[in-house]
């Protein structure tokens, strides 16, 4: 089985990205990044990848004419690097139907809520002014819709009294980042099949999304 070739997409930080260098490096994920990619030039993701050697390329969306014509640069890049999933860490653009469709099957997302609670931005403030008792990220299948693909898998977290947007962030980032490695991992096993409207594992349909627990283990399959 021939090793799972990774492009990420992001527009931060790139924690997410260091988190699967960190897994494959530590040889908990079987995968290679084959580029990073990003639309902010000085994004912490750029910088990181040209820190590991890996291949970077970023395209300001003020150098292409519309959304459409920054979608077409930059996945003709992802598309020359010919990546098995692309991976959408923290990217912060809207991806057009086009690109989607070029690399159907092939896209995720990790999303800082428990979707299908809270698409889109503000997650932490939102989830707190709303009371909840538990938060959470989810990875999913990327579709047209804003976080609105087929749900791969969750990791949860208690809201704690005094919580507030950044502490609760704080808190769920390293499960956010376990959440992403163990999702990934299914890929490299080829275990994962993604449709527009489900994904299998293991070729069944998965009704659920999995559940990350404390040792870091997807259940529910």
Same mark, same amino acid.
């Given at each position: 089985?021939?090793t799972l070739?990774?492009?990420?997409? %992001?527009s931060?930080?790139?924690?997410?990205?260091?988190?699967?260098?960190?897994a494959?490096?530590a040889?908990?994920?079987?995968?290679r990044?084959a580029?990073?990619?990003?639309?902010k030039? %000085?994004?912490?993701?750029?910088?990181? %990848?040209?820190a *590991?050697?890996?291949h %970077?390329?970023?395209?300001s969306?003020?150098?292409?004419?519309d959304?459409?014509? *920054?979608?077409?640069? +930059?996945?003709?890049?992802i598309?020359?690097?010919?990546?098995?999933l692309?991976?959408c860490?923290g990217?912060?653009?809207?991806?057009?139907? @086009?690109a +989607?469709?070029?690399?159907?099957?092939?896209?995720?997302?990790i999303?800082?809520?428990?979707l299908?609670r809270?698409?889109?931005l503000? =997650?932490?403030?939102?989830?707190?002014?709303?009371?909840?008792?538990?938060?959470?990220?989810s990875?999913?299948a990327?579709?047209?819709?804003?976080d609105a693909?087929?749900?791969?898998?969750?990791?949860?977290?208690p809201?704690? @009294?005094?919580d507030d947007?950044?502490s609760?962030a704080?808190r769920l980032?390293?499960?956010?980042?376990? +959440? +992403?490695?163990? =999702?990934?991992?299914?890929?490299?096993?080829?275990?994962?099949?993604? *449709?527009?409207d489900h994904?299998l594992l293991d070729?069944?349909?998965l009704?659920?999304?999995?559940?990350l627990?404390?040792?870091? *283990?997807? =259940?529910?399959?």
């Open positions: 089985m021939s070739a990774i492009a990420v997409l %992001a931060g930080r790139g924690s997410n990205l260091q988190a699967l260098l960190d494959i490096a040889g908990a994920l079987q995968a990044i580029g990073v990619f990003s639309d030039p %000085a994004s912490g993701a750029i910088a990181i %990848a040209r *590991h050697g890996l %970077a390329v970023a395209i969306p003020r150098d292409c004419a959304r459409a014509a *920054h979608d077409e640069a +930059l996945f003709s890049e598309a020359a690097v010919q990546p098995d692309i991976v860490a990217y912060m653009r809207i991806i057009g139907a @086009a +989607l469709r070029r690399f159907e099957g092939r896209m995720i997302n999303h800082p809520s428990l299908p809270y698409p889109g503000d =997650t932490h403030a939102r989830a707190l002014a709303a009371g909840d008792d538990e938060h959470g990220a990875v999913h990327v579709i047209p819709e804003l693909g087929p749900l791969l898998a969750q990791v949860r977290v809201v704690l @009294a005094g947007a950044a609760l704080r980032l390293p499960r956010e980042h376990a +959440l +992403l490695v163990a =999702t990934a991992r299914l890929f490299a096993q080829r275990r994962v099949q993604l *449709h527009a994904a070729g069944r349909r009704l659920a999304p999995l559940q627990d404390a040792a870091n *283990h997807l =259940t529910g399959a």
